[in-house]
DNA sequence: ATCAAAGTGTACTGATCGGTAAGTATTTGC
DNA sequence: GCAAATACTTACCGATCAGTACACTTTGAT
C-alpha cells in the first residue's frame, strides 16, 4: 500500500463525495471514478465509513489551512483577522463547485450525535471556533467566548444562506454585522 | 383516495425523515412504519420523490405557522417579535427529538439548485426571510432588506450550531447579536 | 343491495447497495 | 533476479433500493 495511493484515493473520493453527498454515493461509482479496482479500494478502507472518515480528515485539515492563509494574508490585527474570515468565505463561495460547507452536510447525513462521521463534523467545528476564540482573545474582547460564538454564528448562516437563499451577498451581510460585534465588544 | 388518510402517511412519512433523513429512509421502512401496504402507498404517491414534496410542504406550513404564533404570544412590536424569533428558536432546540432544519437537510441531500426538493427547500427559506424583512420594514428599519438577511444569518447560524458545536447556547448568542443589529438599524 | 373507490397482502422486477472470493498481473525492495 | 507486496479482473454474496402486478377485501354513497 503506497501512502500516496491512498491519499490520492482520499482526493479523488472528496470530490465525489463533496459534489453527491454520501449517501448518494455508493462504492462502486467511486471505482469507476477513480480507476482503480474495487479489491484495491477495499484493500485501502476497510468499509465505507472508514473512507468517509478519511475524507473528512483530509477536508478539515485542507480548507483550515487554507482559511487560516487566507486571513493572515489578507490583515494582521486580530480583529482584522475576524473580519478578513468573511472575505475568505466569500471568495469561497464564488467558486466554481461550490456547494456549501462538507461538514453540515456530513452532520445533515449521520445525525446521531454519537456516530463517529458526527463526531468529526462537529470537531471541525469545534476547531473553527477555537480559532475565532483565540483571535477574540488576542483582540481583548469583553467576553472572547461569546463574541467567537456569534461570529460563528455568522458564519454558519452565511454558507448556509450562500447554498439554500441565493438572495443578495450572505459574505458581506456577515461581514457588516461582525464588524459591528466587533466593535462592540472592543469599545 | 381519504384526503385524511394521505395526510395522514405525510405526518408519518415526515417523522421517519426527519429522524433518520432522506436517502436513508427507504420506501420499504415507511411502509412498515405507517403500518400501510405498499400498494397504497404508490396510490397516493406516485413516487418517492413526490412524497418528499408532500412532506416539505407540510414541514413548511406548520413550522411557519408555529414560529409565527409563537411570536406573536411573546412580543407585540415588530423589533420586539424579531427578537422572540430567537426565544422560539430557543424552544425549539430544547425540544425532544430535536435534529435540526429539515429545509437545510434536503438542501444537503438534494444538492442540485435545480432538484425541485432543492427548490422547495429554499422557498422555505424564502418565506422566512420575508417574515423578518416584512417586521423589518414595520419596525422602521434603515435598510430592512439588509437587517433581515444578517437576522437570517443568525438564525441559520443558530441552528446549524445547535447541531454540530453543542458549546453554550446559540439561541441566546444569537438574541443578543441580533439586539445589537436591530438597535443600530433603528438608531 | 350494489357498485366503485380505496384498501389489503404477497410476490415480484431489475438495479444498486456494501462488501468478498479466487486467481492473475505488476511493482517493489533487497 | 527474485520473492513479497500490492493491484488487477471478474464474478459473486445477501440485502436493500424504488416501483409494479395481481388478486382479494373493506368501505361509503346512492
Same mark, same amino acid.
Given at each position: 500500500? *503506497?501512502?500516496?495511493?491512498?491519499?490520492?484515493?482520499? *482526493?479523488?473520493?472528496?470530490?465525489? /463525495? $463533496? *459534489?453527491?453527498? /454520501? !449517501?448518494?454515493?455508493?462504492? #462502486?461509482?467511486l471505482v469507476v471514478e477513480t480507476g482503480v @479496482?474495487?479489491? @484495491?479500494? $477495499?484493500? !485501502? /478502507?476497510?468499509?465505507k465509513e472508514e473512507l468517509i472518515l478519511a475524507v473528512l480528515r483530509l477536508r478539515d485539515e485542507s480548507f483550515r489551512n487554507w482559511i487560516l492563509r487566507r486571513v493572515e494574508e489578507t490583515a494582521d490585527t486580530p480583529a482584522g483577522q475576524i473580519v478578513a474570515s468573511f472575505d475568505a468565505l466569500k471568495e469561497w463561495f464564488e467558486e466554481d463547485g461550490f456547494r456549501g460547507c462538507m461538514f453540515i452536510k456530513a452532520g445533515a447525513e449521520y445525525q446521531e450525535a454519537d456516530h463517529p462521521i458526527h463526531v468529526q463534523a462537529a470537531e471541525h467545528k469545534r476547531l473553527m471556533f477555537e480559532h475565532i476564540a483565540r483571535l477574540a482573545r488576542k483582540a481583548g474582547a *469583553? #467576553?472572547?467566548e461569546k463574541l467567537a460564538n456569534q461570529i460563528v454564528l455568522l458564519q454558519e448562516g452565511a454558507i448556509v444562506s450562500a447554498v439554500l437563499l441565493k438572495n443578495g451577498d450572505p459574505a458581506e451581510d456577515a461581514r457588516e454585522a461582525a464588524q459591528l460585534l466587533l466593535e462592540t465588544a472592543l469599545a
Open positions: 500500500m *503506497r501512502p500516496n495511493k491512498r491519499d490520492e484515493l482520499v *482526493r479523488k473520493a472528496l470530490q465525489v /463525495f $463533496y *459534489r453527491d453527498g /454520501f !449517501h448518494a454515493t455508493g462504492m #462502486d461509482k @479496482s474495487k479489491t @484495491s479500494m $477495499y484493500k !485501502h /478502507f476497510r468499509t *469583553r #467576553d472572547p
